[in-house]
């Protein structure tokens, strides 16, 4: 009778164990939270009736970064930066930054975003060709690069008036995530930047 209610707690003590190790194998790992592009900036006041308003179409991105993951590149190999992923999809948060340039710094053109439901006869197409984190070698300390297409477009034939590559690269201080972070944030502002004077040049 002792001998077999001994076995029945050995049993039961081997459940519990694999049990917990199962419990600990599922626990997912920490993850911090980021985000680019910087706060919503005072709209520019030098903005008047006489601008020529410009409709921003849906920003395209990769597959592999329009999510919420942080790319990573060296060569030919690619892997997402553990424990670190954007506060929502990379391509909402840019498209949200490419707002908030255009409405903190642009003086002759008016963005037209894609929730609102006036149109331009004018069309903003970017077309996100590299956003990620390039290292030399595993554990170096990267550089950010993006990469980007820009075309102003008219309706209704969406003729192409104007187009350009653009290309910023930014490198990180260190191989660290908070520092890879702000160099994206650094990176797409520069980027932006650029967008707003080009457009601006581009659209009479």
Known sequence: MIRSSLIR????????????????????????TYRFGGAA???????GSSATS?????????EAVEGDRLL??????TAYIKGARWVSPAADLYMESLENAFA???????????R??????????????????RYDAPGA????????????????????????????????TENRVGAIVEAFDMATRDLNTQIVAWTE????
């Open 9 to 32: 707690l050995t049993a039961a003590g081997v459940l519990a164990s694999a049990l917990a190790g199962c419990a600990l194998l599922s626990s997912p790992d920490p993850v911090q």
């Open 41 to 47: 900036p005072v709209v520019s006041e030098s903005v």
């Open 54 to 62: 410009i409709s921003l179409r849906r920003v395209e991105f990769p």
């Open 72 to 77: 990573g590149v060296t060569g030919t190999e």
């Open 104 to 114: 903190g710094q642009a003086t002759r053109v008016r963005l037209v975003g894609p």
């Open 116 to 133: 609102e439901p006036v149109r331009s006869g004018r069309s903003l197409d970017i077309d996100m060709r590299a956003f990620e984190a």
């Open 141 to 172: 300390v990267p550089t950010v690069v993006i990469t980007a297409r820009a075309r102003v477009t008219s309706s209704p034939e969406r003729t192409v008036s104007a187009e350009r590559m653009f290309s910023v690269e930014q490198p990180a």
């Open 201 to 204: 040049a581009n659209t009479r």
